[in-house]
């Protein structure tokens, strides 16, 4: 049997006994996770750093930056685990009962997916977030992570597991996949035996590798397309606050922006104001044709660039005529997870909520707040792109389903 099968298995076993664990043993639990890695943090550390050191001649610093650990995103870690624990238990929650035909009494209760898998890439917060989450909502989780930070999730996962183990916990419930060859990938895709639903989470590339290969039920996290819409009546000094926020703050995560739209009556202005920021902070600045005939000293922008997540410090900028033109392109080229406005009109905004088709719509606001964290989730297993099951920030409540207990006195059909 090979590892993925192997410890599918073993975590498929995990899920069942997870189910039935109270509330309080599962907080127990996650305080002792918790307190283990903020006591582990220099072995994390030195692991990390040894990942890091490899990647450096193979990934741009942009994701150099997602795969980096320092003290203060250990302490992160580690707050999103107090914040999960003081979170109700979505297991075993009624969510409806009635009496049916018959005076059958009928209640829908929550209950875990069961076993999850995860695949994903230089992010080793993931390995963490995803396993706190899953032990809070009673689900196993096997990890899939990327070669690139595989030192750095071995080391997370033993310390996780070394702190179930001492207070007697339920053994298997975590599992890391240490092969990082794309033979697991696909072995973690097929097992359709063990795994309950598979969530993808990285680059265009590996979902659409595993929407056309997995032949379990999957949950895409999907990519971010993110754009910013200056309207005519927006306050530019916010806006620029917002723009410049949503692109650098952490130009290689999904809630960044990408692209940014400016309404032509103020573009005369902004658009100097901006593309002069954005250099400031060594953004590649890429513009369409109106902008580039204000602006020639940058490159023009290709019809490539519009549906491309960039996840760097690289930004498009069009001036559109007005909201119906924002409107219109952003419904072209979204990737349905983050879009926001800037805009004093009340009638725009509400037009804007309404009509843009994405997981999280924005007024006024930066789109890197497109985060299970900052949503009080605590964390999250990723951004769902989706519809169907759960869209937007993966919490706690995403990880459920339900089930319909009936109660009789003896009726027969």
């Known amino acids: 049997m090979n590892e993925v099968n192997q410890k599918a298995q073993e975590a498929k076993i995990a899920a069942s006994k997870l189910a039935l664990v109270d509330s309080n043993s599962k907080n127990t639990a996650l305080l002792s996770i918790a307190s283990a890695l903020s006591n582990n943090k220099e072995s994390i550390l030195k692991a990390n750093q040894s990942d890091v050191l490899k990647a450096k001649n193979k990934l741009n610093q942009t994701m150099i930056d997602r795969l980096t650990l320092n003290s203060e995103r250990i302490d992160a870690m580690v707050e999103g685990i107090h914040q999960v624990i003081s979170l109700n238990d979505p297991i075993g929650v009624i ?19 069961g076993l999850i898998a995860i695949i994903y890439e230089a992010r080793p917060n993931v390995t963490v ?13 096997i990890l899939r992570g990327s070669s690139d930070a595989l030192e750095t999730n071995k080391i997370l996962v033993d310390i996780m597991n070394k702190a179930l183990k001492s207070i007697d916990f339920i053994p298997n419930c975590i599992q890391l996949i240490e092969d990082p060859s794309r033979q697991s990938a696909i072995d973690l895709m097929h097992a359709h035996q063990f795994i309950d639903v598979l969530i993808p989470r990285g680059s265009a590339q590996l979902i659409q590798t595993v929407i056309e290969e997995a032949k379990v039920p ?56 901006i593309t002069d920021e954005l250099k400031s902070y060594h953004v590649d600045i890429r513009l369409c044709d109106n902008a580039h005939a204000l602006l020639p000293e940058y490159a023009l922008a290709t019809p490539s660039d519009w549906p491309l997540e960039y996840l760097d410090l690289k930004i498009a900028i069009k001036i ?74 993966i919490g706690l409540k995403e990880l459920c389903s339900y089930k319909y207990c009936i109660r009789g006195i003896g009726q027969i059909r």
């Open 95 to 113: 969510l409806d009962q009635f009496d049916a035909a018959q005076n059958l009494h009928i209640s829908k209760i929550s209950v875990p997916l």
């Open 129 to 141: 977030d995803t396993a706190v989450l899953c032990l809070k909502s009673s689900n196993a989780i």
């Open 320 to 393: 559109v005529a007005d909201l119906d033109e924002a409107i219109d392109h952003i419904q072209t080229y979204t990737s349905h997870h983050s879009e926001a406005i800037i805009t004093q009109s009340k009638q725009n905004s509400e037009r804007f909520l309404k009509e843009i088709d994405a997981a999280a719509v924005y007024v006024n606001a930066s789109t890197r707040f497109t985060d299970g964290f900052e949503f009080g989730f605590g964390a999250e297993l990723g951004i769902s792109t989706q519809k169907l099951h759960a869209r937007g920030p």
């Open 218 to 273: 999957i949950l895409i996290t999907g990519t971010g397309n993110c754009h910013v819409f200056v309207d005519e009546s927006a306050d530019l000094t916010m806006a620029k606050q917002i723009v410049i926020n949503a692109k650098t703050s952490r130009p290689s995560v999904c809630n960044a922006i990408e692209k940014l739209l400016i309404h032509e009556k103020v573009a005369p202005v902004f658009l100097k104001d």
